[in-house]
């Protein structure tokens, strides 16, 4: 059994994630490398102080870090974020943002859902008129090297998405702390009357909402890549199991029964990124390439997450059951696995948005 992984997005920028990764161990790493390493500033523009990079920048960091399992906020810190960003404009306040966060003067966690199509019902409620927002924030990854925290939250009177940016001082209230599947830290954090400034107001309406579509869509292309660069990682990590492990006298990748369940991982790992890859490739620069996007974008999360659950359990399945043995990196992979099937997005909501999408063309 003879099988090359090639990486899915070599260049530099993979190669450092992948040395620091290689070097961590899946509970001890700290999120102050991605500004260090200035991938944080990634999909910022040069004249801003940023990379000026792509989405296949960012992946190829994502890649260097799923060789390990290891987790980091890279996903929201580097990818929605500047990509919210990105899309508010051009206005001196907000140029001066993505200046400040290029400059690592500001670390800006997103916090939340970026999926605009879940409307203002899981939404923290803010009062324009009061300046103060209540409610709870949910599902927020909030490091201790953070400065700031970004979400979407919706108005008391309409139905009026507006982006606000706090800094972590104003959540001074109790926070209740839940440990992810795959070992994140996750938070949910009342916002009982907190009262805002006009400067924690980032943008309302169309604006806000156009901006937060930016931020679902890179956060589907960055779990996609995530899922992909895993499964490439977890297909490694049991080719090697299988030659190295031996029964009968025989290393178990002898056995036919065995060579076909790789063959088939590798027939939807190869699918998997040539789906991935195709997607990022997508021309958004007009109104109808850009809806064809979204469902393009919400084709990639519903076939990658599908595809994501049964690897997950074909990798355990050829570890001989141990999966549960979480010292094994190809545990600890398909895990992952399984978490990013769940993570900004499920396939039933992609379901749904494409039902959607065809009764649009249809009528």
Not at 154 to 164: C, D, K, P, S
């Amino acid at each position: 059994m003879t099988v090359t992984m090639d990486t899915v997005f070599p260049n530099l920028l993979f190669d450092g994630a992948a040395r620091y990764a290689i070097n961590t161990t899946a509970g001890t790493a700290d999120p102050s490398i991605i500004t260090e390493m200035g991938w944080h500033t990634i999909l910022l523009a040069e004249n801003e102080g940023g990379y000026g990079g792509t989405l296949e920048d960012l992946a190829a960091v994502i890649e260097g870090i799923a060789t390990r399992a290891i987790n980091l906020p890279l996903v929201t810190r580097c990818g929605i974020v500047p990509a919210i960003l990105n899309a508010l404009g051009d206005s001196p306040s907000i140029s001066e943002l993505r200046r400040r966060v290029a400059a690592d003067e500001l670390r800006i966690e997103w916090g939340g859902s970026c999926d605009p199509r879940l409307g203002v019902h899981a939404l923290p409620v803010i009062d324009l008129e009061q300046r103060t927002l209540n409610g709870t924030l949910r599902q927020a990854e909030l490091a201790q090297d953070c400065t700031h925290i970004m979400f979407a939250v919706t108005g008391t009177r309409a139905n009026n998405i507006a982006l606000v940016c706090l800094e972590t001082g104003q959540l001074a209230g109790p926070r209740e702390a839940f440990l992810s599947v795959e070992g994140r830290n996750i938070y949910e954090i009342p916002l009982g009357n907190l009262p805002l400034s006009e400067a924690n107001i980032l943008a309302q309406a169309d604006i806000a909402l156009n901006s937060l579509r930016s931020g679902w869509k890179t956060a589907q292309a960055a779990t996609g890549a995530d899922i992909v660069c895993t499964m490439r990682q977890a297909l490694t990590e049991t080719i090697a199991y299988l030659q190295e492990r031996k029964q009968f006298g025989r290393p178990l990748s002898h056995f036919q029964v065995l060579q076909h369940d790789v063959a088939k991982l590798y027939v939807c790992f190869e699918t998997c990124k040539g789906l991935l890859k195709s997607t990022l490739r997508l021309d958004t620069s007009t109104e109808a390439n850009l809806e064809l996007s979204v469902a393009a974008f919400n084709l990639l999360g519903l076939y990658l997450r599908e595809q994501a659950v049964e690897f997950a359990q074909s990798v355990i399945q050829l570890h001989g059951g141990m999966g549960m043995t979480q010292e094994t990196l190809a545990a600890r992979l398909a895990t992952r696995l399984i978490a990013l099937a769940f993570r900004f997005g499920d396939t039933y909501q992609h379901t749904k948005a494409l039902q959607r999408y065809q009764g649009d063309q249809v009528s």
